[in-house]
């Protein structure tokens, strides 16, 4: 398997524009986590879902953000309007039952 | 909180010596894991750890759990300079619930 798969790895906007990153998760596993780590607050857990079904939102920071799961091999995570302080680099990451995660390469988001 | 603590914040060693991350958390736990991530790079799972179970070994890691402390070690033996990473503790709670990660040790070890 290729492992967990993101897109773009890198993106670079304005403030104000509208971002879209992209997970597919590794086959057959039946969580999905999206994750946001800076400097400053680490490793921020935002959503995860469980058989495309969103779990625990509680993460997320603000109503600008928004995450969907429209099928067991596709997620992705929406930031509109993006603001500087979303600047951060965001890790998605799929796992089977309680067991070990695996994490994709992460997508560094700078806004300008 | 979930989330676990670890402890130090940052370590630095020759190649040869033994490392020693520690982490603190304060909730019941179905399993602890702990990850490594390199510079740039994604987390990769290194070592599970239930509940019920209070020592593991994986090459040269090896990991213990004392639920009754709320606390688990992580010790890398024999260190290289390709150890040098940040390591990371993160609990599954009991429901099975998310892994909340905590702020990581960050290692570098010396040649």
């Known amino acids: 398997d290729a492992g967990v798969i993101q897109s773009p790895r890198h993106e670079v906007t304005e403030m104000g524009q509208e971002v879209t990153l992209r997970c597919k998760p590794i086959?057959?596993?039946?969580?999905l986590f999206w994750y946001r780590q800076t400097m400053m607050r680490g490793l921020e857990l935002l959503i995860y879902?469980?058989?495309?079904?969103?779990?625990?939102d509680s993460g997320m920071p603000e109503d600008r953000f928004s995450a969907k799961m429209p099928n067991a091999s596709f997620s992705t995570l929406k930031i509109q309007p993006s603001e500087p302080r979303d600047s951060a680099v965001y890790f998605c990451?799929?796992?089977?039952?309680?067991?070990?995660?695996?994490f994709g390469e992460g997508s560094r988001l700078t806004v300008l | 909180s979930q989330q676990g603590e670890e402890d130090p914040q940052a370590l630095s060693i020759q190649e040869g010596e033994n490392a020693t991350m520690n982490c603190s958390y304060k909730?019941?736990?179905?399993?602890l894991q702990w990850y490594r991530q390199n510079s740039g790079r994604g987390l990769v799972h290194l070592i599970l750890?239930?509940?019920?179970?209070r020592e593991k070994h994986s090459g040269r890691l090896r990991v213990t759990l004392d639920t009754s402390k709320k606390s688990s070690s992580l010790l890398i033996t024999a260190s290289r300079a390709a150890d040098t990473a940040s390591y990371f503790c993160?609990?599954?709670?009991?429901?099975?619930?998310?892994?909340?990660f905590g702020k990581g040790t960050t290692l570098s070890v010396s040649s």
């Open positions: 990451a799929s796992r089977t039952g309680f067991g070990e995660l695996f």
């Open positions: 086959s057959g596993h039946d969580y």
């Open positions: 879902f469980n058989n495309n079904v969103p779990i625990d």
């Open positions: 909730t019941s736990i179905n399993n």
């Open positions: 750890i239930r509940s019920n179970e």
């Open positions: 993160a609990l599954t709670g009991q429901a099975g619930t998310a892994l909340i």
